[in-house]
């Protein structure tokens, strides 16, 4: 929503992968891009505060790079669930 409302992109790339860390998201766009407040929610930046907060209760990370005239990039690891991670140790068949 916000590549369309504010970054003037005319590309955009969205890719989800299955990682050995977790679940990984990148999003990144050759718009005007912007500068991130170290606070966002304090900088008025409510959209990157949702994101954040989003991340951190599934204990995940985000970083945001983003330089004026350069685009912006948002990657999001999501770690896997500590089941998740001992079933995918385990040799046995599961049900899916």
Excluded: C, K, Y
Aim: proline residues 4%.
């Amino acid at each position: 929503t916000n590549m369309l409302r504010h970054a003037q992109a005319h590309n955009l790339v969205i890719r989800l992968q299955r990682t050995a860390e977790g679940l990984a998201l990148s999003i990144h766009d050759d718009g005007r891009g912007f500068v991130p407040g170290p606070h966002p929610d304090n900088a008025g930046q409510r959209g990157l505060a949702g994101m954040q907060d989003r991340v951190t209760a599934l204990q995940g990370r985000l970083d945001i790079t983003s330089h004026l005239g350069a685009g912006t990039r948002i990657e999001a690891v999501f770690p896997w669930a500590a089941r998740t991670q001992q079933r995918a140790r385990s040799t046995a068949a599961h049900d899916l």
